[in-house]
C-alpha cells in the first residue's frame, strides 16, 4: 500500500502538532486525523484546510519543536 510520498516512518510519526508540506505545496500543521479515514485537517496561517492524508510529501517535524 502507497501513502503517497512520506515514508512510513514519518507517516507513522504524523499526528496532531506534525509540521507538513503537501504535494501542491501548502505548508501546515496538522490540527486533527482519525484512524481509518483518508483526510486530516490542517492550519495555516488563519485558514483550516481539509486534505487527503495522500497529499501530505514530507513531514518537517512539529510545532512545538519550532518553538523552543
Avoid: Y
Avoid at 503537501?22 to 496538522?30: F, M
Avoid at 490540527?31 to 513531514?59: F, N, Q, Y
Amino acid at each position: 500500500e502507497t501513502r503517497g510520498l512520506v515514508g512510513r516512518e514519518a507517516f507513522a510519526a504524523m499526528k496532531p502538532g506534525a509540521k507538513v508540506v503537501t504535494t501542491s505545496g501548502i505548508i501546515g500543521v496538522v490540527v486533527r486525523m482519525k484512524d481509518g479515514e483518508d483526510e486530516l485537517t490542517l492550519r495555516s496561517e488563519d485558514a483550516k484546510l481539509k486534505v487527503l492524508k495522500s497529499s501530505v510529501a514530507r513531514v518537517l517535524g512539529t510545532e512545538d519543536a519550532e518553538t523552543k
